[in-house]
């Protein structure tokens, strides 16, 4: 069973959680604050490997040159960046101090803070007007099924957006309009699809089907809000490659093609540039033993590799100047 790095492998539930629909209270829409789309800014990401075995959050510029290191925690894992939408902040998840609490630092790694009660969560992203983070969030420690939480960067004006029974739900992004949050669900039958919810009205729709074997992953956003990119898994394929649709659904076009069987690796984890015009991807081992960053044009041509080496790098967010 295929199973997209950075996803945890399906958990056993019935068979209800094909149809389940999520617990939704009240939350309106957040009104977009940043001007999208905008200027491409650094690329934010995390690195293990050589010479320090933890993951940390580094950023480096668009072309690959300007490495700097933001947390330096040789004994501490970081993970999960993301860019605030005015470049100014980063939230990203730390590890092994307690908790997988949520923290904010400043965009060169100084003046980091806790966001208060996040507790046990991972996959944050920000609000459009830069106030509240949305993300995964976990009913208990075992067995780590997942939820779509929202909370103030502040620690308050907590919402619990999905808690449908016997559903996994990971990896959410918050439309640059912020009208919708998009996330990944995985099905008890084996196999994940994406799912966007409309604040105005709080509808839970399908963006791609349930399809038994097909893994779709890592949804982010275009910055008009119009289309999706995501990584998909297909049943039968080894590797993961890259895919866009429209907002709407229907008609998911593949950007690039998985990589060869042989390499045992996926094309995953895309992140569409401030600018709109080019998209960035993490070429993967299954196992992470390996990473690297690369970038395409927002129709899938002059793929360009931007990280080199024994390092794995992955986890990637694109920030706006």
Same mark, same amino acid.
């Given at each position: 069973?295929?199973?997209? *790095? ?17 617990? @939704? *209270? ?14 491409? /800014?650094?690329?934010?990401?995390? +690195? %293990? ?9 580094? %950023? ?13 925690? *040789?004994?501490?894992?970081? +993970?999960? *960046? ?9 939230? =990203?998840?730390?590890?092994?101090? &307690? ?26 992203? $920000?609000?459009? !007007? ?9 009913? %208990? ?9 929202? +909370? ?5 004006? =907590? ?29 008890? /039958?084996? &196999? ?11 509808? @839970? ?27 998909r898994n297909p049943a039968g394929v080894t590797g993961a490659s890259i895919y866009r649709i429209p907002a709407g659904g229907n008609g998911a076009a593949q950007l690039?093609? &998985? ?30 033993? $390996? ?6 044009? %927002? !129709?899938?041509? !002059? ?6 080496? &024994?390092?794995? !790098? +992955?986890?990637?967010? $694109?920030?706006?100047?």
């Amino acid at each position: 069973m295929p199973t997209v *790095p950075g996803m945890k492998r399906p958990l056993v539930f019935s068979l209800a959680a094909l149809v389940a629909v999520a617990v @939704l *209270p009240a939350v309106s829409a957040t009104p977009a604050t940043a001007a999208f789309p905008g200027r491409n /800014a650094r690329i934010v990401f995390v +690195r %293990s490997g050589v010479p320090n075995s933890k993951s940390e959050i580094q %950023s480096m510029t668009a072309q690959g040159n300007g490495l700097l290191n933001l947390t330096n925690t *040789p004994l501490i894992e970081d +993970r999960d *960046p993301a860019w605030s939408p005015d470049g100014k902040r980063i939230a =990203f998840r730390r590890v092994e101090t &307690g908790p997988d609490q949520l923290w904010v630092m400043n965009a060169d790694g100084t003046g980091l803070t806790v966001v208060p009660g996040s507790g046990a969560a991972r996959y944050p992203a $920000w609000s459009p !007007d830069g106030k509240r983070l949305v993300y995964e969030c976990f009913e %208990s420690q075992s067995p780590y099924t997942g939820h779509i939480c929202l +909370r103030e960067v502040t620690g308050g004006g =907590f919402t619990l957006l999905s808690a449908a029974a016997g559903a996994d739900d990971t990896h959410p992004a918050w439309s640059p309009d912020g009208t919708r949050i998009v996330w990944s669900r995985e099905f008890a /039958a084996g &196999g994940s699809h994406l799912i966007v919810l409309t604040l105005k009205n709080l509808s @839970l729709d399908l963006l791609t089907p349930p399809v038994v074997g097909d893994y779709d992953s890592h949804p982010d956003w275009s910055p008009d809000s119009k289309q999706v990119v995501f990584s998909r898994n297909p049943a039968g394929v080894t590797g993961a490659s890259i895919y866009r649709i429209p907002a709407g659904g229907n008609g998911a076009a593949q950007l690039v093609v &998985g990589p060869p069987s042989v390499f045992d690796s996926h094309y995953t984890m895309p992140i569409w540039s401030p600018d709109g015009k080019r998209i960035a991807y993490v070429h993967l081992d299954d196992d992470e033993a $390996w990473g690297n960053i690369y970038t395409i044009t %927002s !129709d899938g041509k !002059d793929n360009t590799q931007l990280t080199f080496g &024994g390092t794995t !790098d +992955r986890n990637i967010d $694109w920030g706006m100047a």
